[in-house]
């Protein structure tokens, strides 16, 4: 990545707050609006729900109407955001009395039209901090898990040079949600200007010609998460409106492609054209997927297409504010290691369902270890407790020696 000195960026805990919480609202705002089409909200309350929606007051609307949303969704639906709220509710005050302005965003674009069948996607504003925020809901519906569970890869042309003859490989299921025709038909459904990719980027262009000099960033948690890596990579490869570098933000993200696909995003890195940090809880099993460090090193040398790859820098976040960084760019010498912690797909692709078993035995501290609540309560303990605000995104990207320094003291 290109030097960028830190004082033009904020610190990884003032990247990343808001946007956890924009990944919450995504689970959030689609409950809501369901009361409201049952008229379950008090008079006048449903036009609070019309867009443009400040942040701060869609946190308040979902306190005001946490007994409703109990009453009428699933205990497991609300348990992976529910408490979670109340936590960024608490912290948002805390901050308050610290003076520190946050949560000045609001909503201006928002689809959950046939969120039955369909991504979820909204598009929030930032006038203080100049930021122009896409976020991805993850999965809540029966769509949502098939898409997960569809893990062939499935070749594409590189972004970067579409003419080579080298092709990227990427999670058919995630592709086909974000650039396929929307409410697909299934396998056969092609790759073609009408889709939600497509949509987004519409929504942008406008926008942005509202606000220049605005950031893109991107966001998501668990399937969202991994939509957004994919969104990332293509705004900062092939759309020339929208402004540079596009910063990725996500938590809890499932791998999205191959070495080739990492590759791709490692050239966008370097060419200052894309940022990322993925964040992930310690024993949360789904950032090892699809699939999980179920081969050996010399099956993985011999299925390089087939072996999902993470990419882009990650922070794991442990119980009380501990952490690691780790950046597997900056670790390759050690090959040995790498390839024994890869992953290669079975039957070329099919790594979610291979791990069904795998997430019924451990149901209890999947949902616990994978839900936006402990992402939550985890992330205020890294920024509070553990110094998280003293580091910079380009520390971890630009400077090693200085990130490990930092992380000692």
């Known amino acids: 990545m290109s030097s960028t000195t830190k004082e ?6 003032e990247e990343s707050s808001d946007l956890l919480l924009y990944s919450i609202f995504m689970y959030a705002l689609p409950d809501l609006q369901s009361l409201a089409s049952k008229e379950l909200l008090r008079d006048g309350d449903a036009d609070c729900l019309t867009l443009p929606i400040k942040t701060s007051d869609l946190l308040n ?17 609300l348990e992976l955001y529910g408490t979670a709220l109340f ?5 948002m005050e805390n901050m308050a009395n ?16 046939h969120s039955e069948r369909e991504l979820v996607y909204g598009i929030a504003k930032s006038d203080l901090r100049k930021t122009i925020t896409v976020m991805f809901r993850g999965s809540t519906t029966l769509k949502d898990v098939l898409v997960d569970a569809d893990g062939f890869i499935v070749d594409c042309d590189n972004p970067l040079n579409p003419e080579s003859k080298e092709k990227i490989g990427l999670h058919h299921g995630f592709l086909e949600y ?13 790759l073609d200007a009408a889709n ?28 969202g998460a991994s939509l957004a890596q994919l969104f990332a990579m293509e705004a900062a490869a092939s759309h020339e409106l929208i402004p540079k570098p596009v910063t990725v933000i996500n938590f ?8 080739f696909f990492r590759n791709c995003f490692e050239d966008l890195e370097d060419q200052g054209k894309l940022r990322c940090l993925r964040f992930c809880n310690d024993a949360d099993i789904i950032p090892t997927l699809p699939d999980r460090q179920n081969c050996s090193f010399i099956r993985t040398l011999r299925c390089k297409p087939s072996v999902y790859r ?26 040995l290691k790498f390839m024994q912690e890869a992953s290669v797909t079975g039957g070329h692709g099919m790594g979610f369902a291979i791990m069904v078993p795998t997430l019924v035995r451990y149901s209890k501290n999947f949902l616990t270890n994978h839900s936006c609540r402990e992402y939550m309560k985890r992330f205020q303990d890294f920024s509070v407790k553990r110094g998280g605000d003293k580091i910079f995104l380009n520390h971890i990207y630009n400077n090693q020696a200085a990130l490990k320094k930092l992380l000692e003291a």
Not at 8 to 13: F, L, Q
Not at 87 to 91: I, N, T
Not at 327 to 333: A, G, L, N, P, T
């Open 87 to 91: 936590l960024a509710k608490e912290h």
């Open 8 to 13: 033009e960026w904020p610190n990884i805990v």
């Open 310 to 335: 993470h990419a882009g820098p990650k922070v794991i976040l442990h119980p009380c504010g501990e952490f690691e960084i780790r950046y597997e760019k900056h670790d390759r010498e050690n090959k």
């Open 61 to 77: 609307f979902c306190m005001k109407y946490k007994s409703e949303l109990k009453a009428h969704f699933k205990p497991e639906e």
């Open 196 to 223: 939600k990719y497509s949509e987004i980027m519409a929504e942008l262009t406008v926008v942005f010609k509202e606000c220049p000099g605005y950031r893109l960033y991107v966001t998501g948690h668990s399937l």
């Open 98 to 113: 610290g003076k520190q302005e946050i949560m000045d965003s609001e909503i201006v674009a928002f689809d959950a039209m």
């Open 178 to 190: 974000l650039k396929g025709t929307p409410r697909g038909h299934g396998r056969s459904a092609d």
């Open 252 to 259: 809890a993200s499932p791998k999205v492609g191959n070495i």
